[in-house]
């Protein structure tokens, strides 16, 4: 078996016993060789459940697992319009594309999660590693990081990962989902990736057009005690805060008051803390942001697991429509700075800095299902520009040169596959599927050494001479 | 925790025990909380790893699971290249994309794939349902259409699949990989969606400029016996053909001949099978495909595995570089009617015929991967059209609000993350990551209310007035 090429190891598994197949048998692409076993006749596994089914011996359970799910065409175009605009943006920042496995060793992803290690899939032992499936995209980030030695980069990851959560599906809280993360790692000045990052944020969710939305701000780095005696001398200050969204110089306004707090003073970190918020609200202003950014000092708890800035955005009528979860359902993006996790995975436990983004693609991807739903816009889910029909019988083989030169021409371009299909019924197919253009040819075109171009909105056919057709179809789909 | 929205859930997992923190500690995004947790600074199971790691008490292994690999930008940039490639011709075919689980039940799988049903990866049973991992794109499809009760469907489908199978990542050969499968269901005239499939095949190809190639077609849809008498009796003329490619005609002839052989004539099916030969060779005809086509006769055995014509893409250089494996290592593509499988997952065994390519993308990466580093041509791993830069010192303001005006105006741009970065370093980087252009603000630019637009690769440099920047950017982008 292991002189065998790539495709024909896996084919040779496919056949049967017996004599072995020539070559183009053991040659067939893996694809074609599992649509091939399926097929086998009389012999094999397949078809003892062929005849299962068939007989109605045993009804083959149609799902699929709990909290996944299928995407049909319309929402698979919704998804590819929202990743691509969630990419553009990334790419806007310069940031490169990584890719790494669905599936990580065990050991790289148990112990990073706390208690969320429950969560994660693990393969079953078959022999050799033990494996899981991601649960996130930092971590294996991370990873990737300490095992090629980078000390410095900004990339970019759109991806699925996995938990073994509650599913929520109508929330969009699914047992697979797509996480899009923009990380900068590297050692860099002060809050200057960390400023990128709310604009990032920012500049998505407004793109996305989801509504007002604002990003809460809480500092990090520094451990609780002083913050209690915060908490305790800006009291009043701070239950303003929790509500209340800063204007700009509200936010820096607070933070100098923090600083000049003779307490507060005495605290180093605190001091460095409050330094580094002073100097990420400059960046913020500077972005023209700040508007939306809440310096939320509601919660001391929590502030020392961080090693700098944390951050989150919520969107605000989200929050109000679902009073019961005020914070947690809005929340459609989320990240902050993690500078000790690179080192976990170094032998010497060498440090890489990293600030990053987390954009919570799937509420975001429920909410724009909702609103196309309520809208009743029905969303193209192919490209097609041109349908090349014929208006009579036994004109297939026009119609099979007609859109060959179309597709050598690079136009996108459909048939149906019947024979003689009836011309309304091709014409339907356009205003069905949205084809804006039909190119029909008739004997009489065929004589005449025409195409009839239909504009299938107006309904207006105009004859075009066939050498003419592909520049004046070019020229009709121009934006 | 179930009242607790989608965040919040996976978010409380990470909290330590003691009392629960406010909403935005619950509220934080997955993403941030798993790094938040990995932060931890003295508490967690994380810390204990981290003095580990730091202490050197214990190595972690730094690898992907065997027969995986990540991929750094370059090849993530080429992947993309590729990907699109594929996908733009499935698009200009008029197929819409469709998204299914990397999980599906165990059950929908196993039993799916002969011998092959051994790689299937399964996942552990962690309670609840027993899942394993996509082994095609074919079978989900199948489950797909079963599923939602679709009878007709012209889909493509871009993602990737799992075995445990044995790698040869030299030859394009992983235990992770993609498939590009573009698929026809429903009831259609013969041979009309399956040439589609051959022309799609050949389109691909072509673009991706691999060397020349060879489409072998081969007979299915009925059974041995009558090929032996075939074989026997055209035998002088099949040897020729195993060989030879045909020339469009000689195609026809071949079926021709074969069709008013007396023996053969007598066998209903024989006839049916040559005369779908016949029409597939007409329709390839009018494709202008037919002489990269190889009607294949070398093969009698594997024949009644297919309801229909089953092909394969062969590289014929690759072919002649590989003696050892001659016909399956230079395979890049493949597919056939597969009429059967919908079938099998219908309670009452309702069939829904199918033909559908796989196109090889792993074997043509790794040969686009090695022309590439031959050649020593650098891909850009990034779009970033523009530095935004400073000559001097303390000008990180000026930059922060350049770069933002840019952003805002769609423009790909980036700037050092440094304060005070030297000029020479910023022109540098561009260098290095290929950015056209740099716009510089030093103190005289920004008393004069312009900014000096520097072209990289010809070190030109002129003052632009700030108002006009944008635009003159754009018009410098423009292709």
């Known amino acids: ?100 496995p669905v599936l990580e060793l065990r050991e790289t992803l148990v112990g990073k999660y706390g208690e969320g290690t429950k969560l994660i899939y693990e393969l079953q032992d078959q022999g050799g590693e033990l494996l899981a499936l991601r649960y996130d995209l930092t971590v294996p980030f991370a990873r990737y990081l300490a095992m090629n030695k980078i000390t410095s980069m900004k990339r970019y990851h759109v991806a699925k990962v996995y938990r073994r959560d509650n599913p929520a599906t109508t929330r969009g809280r699914y047992r697979e989902f797509y996480q899009c993360d923009f990380d900068i790692a590297g050692q860099f000045d002060p809050m200057i990736p960390d400023a990128e990052c709310l604009k990032i944020v920012h500049e998505i969710l407004s793109d996305l057009q989801l509504g007002d939305f604002v990003i809460k701000v809480r500092l990090g780095g520094f451990s609780v005690p002083p913050w209690e005696a915060v908490l305790g001398m800006t009291g009043v200050l701070l239950r303003l805060q929790v509500t209340a969204r800063l204007v700009p110089t509200g936010g820096l306004e607070l933070i100098e008051r923090l600083l000049q707090d003779p307490k507060l003073s005495q605290n180093k970190l605190a001091k460095e803390g409050l330094g580094d918020m002073k100097l990420l609200f400059e960046y913020l202003t500077l972005f023209g942001i700040t508007g939306k950014i809440s310096f939320d000092l509601s919660l001391a708890r929590g502030l020392d697991y961080y090693t700098g800035v944390i951050f989150e955005a919520v969107l605000l009528q989200q929050e109000k429509e679902q009073v019961e979860e005020p914070a947690s359902v809005g929340s459609v993006a989320g990240g902050g700075r993690y500078d000790g996790l690179v080192g976990m995975f170094d032998p010497k436990g060498r440090k890489v800095p990293c600030v990053g983004v987390s954009i919570g693609i799937e509420r975001i991807f429920s909410i724009l299902e909702q609103r196309l739903e309520a809208s009743g816009e029905k969303l193209r889910t192919t490209e097609t520009q041109v349908l090349v029909a014929t208006p009579q019988k036994h004109l297939l083989a026009a119609r099979l040169k007609l859109i060959s030169e179309l597709w050598d021409a690079g136009i996108k371009a459909e048939m149906l596959y019947k024979k003689d299909p009836k011309l309304l019924k091709q014409l339907h197919y356009c205003e069905d599927t949205g084809i804006p253009l039909a190119a029909i ?39």
Do not use: Y
């Not at 049967?16 to 020539?22: I, Y």
């Not at 083959?60 to 590819?80: F, M």
């Not at 008739?442 to 003419?468: F, H, M, N, S, Y």
């Open 1 to 100: 078996m292991l002189r065998l090429g790539p495709f024909a190891a896996a084919a040779a598994r496919f056949l049967p016993a017996g004599p072995r197949p020539g070559p183009l048998c053991l040659a067939g692409n893996r694809g074609s060789f599992a649509r091939s076993w399926l097929l086998v006749g009389d012999r094999g596994p397949l078809s003892r459940q062929v005849r299962a089914a068939a007989g109605g011996e045993r009804v083959p359970v149609l799902k699929t697992p709990k909290g996944t799910r299928d995407h049909p065409p319309a929402q698979a175009a919704l998804r590819e319009r929202l990743l691509s605009a969630v990419v553009s943006c990334f790419k806007r920042h310069g940031a490169a594309a990584i890719d790494t």
């Open 441 to 479: 040819v008739g004997e009489q075109e065929l004589a005449d050494g025409v195409v009839k171009l239909r504009d299938i909105a107006t309904r207006e056919e105009v004859d075009i001479p066939r050498e003419k057709l592909i520049a004046e179809i070019r020229r009709r789909l121009e934006p």
